[in-house]
C-alpha cells in the first residue's frame, strides 16, 4: 500500500504563473517531508523539506506547505519558468529512518 | 553538493545471471544508504536500507536472497541481483544521507536500467 500519493501525474503551468504540487500521505508517524526535482536521465535532487513541527518552510521561488490534520502537503513554484520543467517526488520520513516517495507529477511549463 | 554515483548506468543480462550495481558517495560519508526501484510511471519503492558494517533491513515483499546487500564501506553499497529474470527489469536508484549535512536530506545516484533478456 502506497503510503505517499501524488494523485496528479502532470500539469501544465504558463510561465509567471503559480505552479501548485500537491502529495498526500497516510502514516501519521512521518515527521519529515521533502520535495525532489528530477530531469530525465538524472537522479531526483533535493529540492526543500519540512518537518512536522511547521506548517510552511519558504525557499526563494519555493514553498512547502503542511497539512498535517489532512494528512497533505504542497509545494508552490511562484513564479513559474520554463527551467522548473521536471518530475517533481514527494518523500516522507519517519524520523529520518526510512523514505518513502510518491510516484511524481510531471511539471510543464511553457514559455 | 554531495555527489552519488551509480554504476552501472545500463545494464543488459541473460536470465539466470546476476548483476552487480555499485553505488558510491564520492565527496561524504554515508553510514546509511537506501535502495529503490522504479516502476514505469509509479513511486520510487523503497527496497532496503543498508547500513554500513551491518545486515541491510529488507521492506516487506522484497526478497533478501535475491536482491544482495553490501555495505562495506561509509562510501560503498552494492546491490546484487541474483538469478535475474525478466520481471525483476527495471531501474533501480541508490541514495544516501551524509551524516554531517542537513537532516533529512537524501542525495541520489543518478540510477541504473537493468534489462533481463
Known amino acids: 500500500d502506497q503510503q505517499v500519493k501524488q494523485n496528479s501525474p502532470s500539469l501544465s503551468v504558463q510561465e509567471g504563473r503559480i505552479s501548485i504540487l500537491n502529495c498526500d500521505y497516510t502514516?501519521?508517524?512521518?515527521?519529515?517531508f521533502l520535495w525532489y526535482k528530477k530531469y530525465p536521465a538524472e537522479g531526483p535532487t533535493f529540492l526543500i523539506s519540512i518537518s512536522s513541527i511547521k506548517d510552511k518552510n519558504e525557499d526563494g521561488r519555493f514553498t512547502v506547505f503542511l497539512n498535517k490534520s489532512a494528512k497533505h502537503l504542497s509545494l508552490h513554484i511562484v513564479p513559474s519558468q520554463p527551467g522548473d520543467s521536471a518530475v517533481y517526488f514527494c518523500a516522507a520520513s519517519d524520523n529520518f529512518n526510512k523514505f518513502y516517495f510518491g510516484s511524481g507529477t510531471k511539471l510543464n511549463v511553457k514559455p | 553538493g554531495a555527489v552519488v554515483s551509480q554504476h552501472p548506468s545500463r545494464v543488459i543480462c541473460k536470465s539466470g545471471t546476476s548483476v552487480k550495481i555499485e553505488c558510491r558517495s564520492l565527496d561524504f560519508q554515508a553510514t546509511t544508504m537506501f535502495w529503490y526501484r522504479q516502476f514505469p510511471k509509479q513511486s520510487l519503492m523503497l527496497m532496503a536500507t543498508s547500513n554500513e558494517g551491518s545486515k541491510a533491513t529488507y521492506e516487506q515483499g522484497v526478497e533478501k536472497d535475491k536482491f544482495l546487500i553490501n555495505h562495506a564501506s561509509l562510501t560503498l553499497s552494492t546491490l546484487t541481483v541474483t538469478s535475474a529474470h525478466p520481471e525483476d527489469s527495471s531501474f533501480y536508484i541508490c541514495s544516501a544521507r551524509d551524516r554531517r549535512g542537513r537532516s533529512g536530506e537524501l542525495f541520489f545516484g543518478e540510477g541504473s536500467r537493468l534489462t533481463v533478456l
Open positions: 502514516n501519521s508517524m512521518f515527521d519529515y
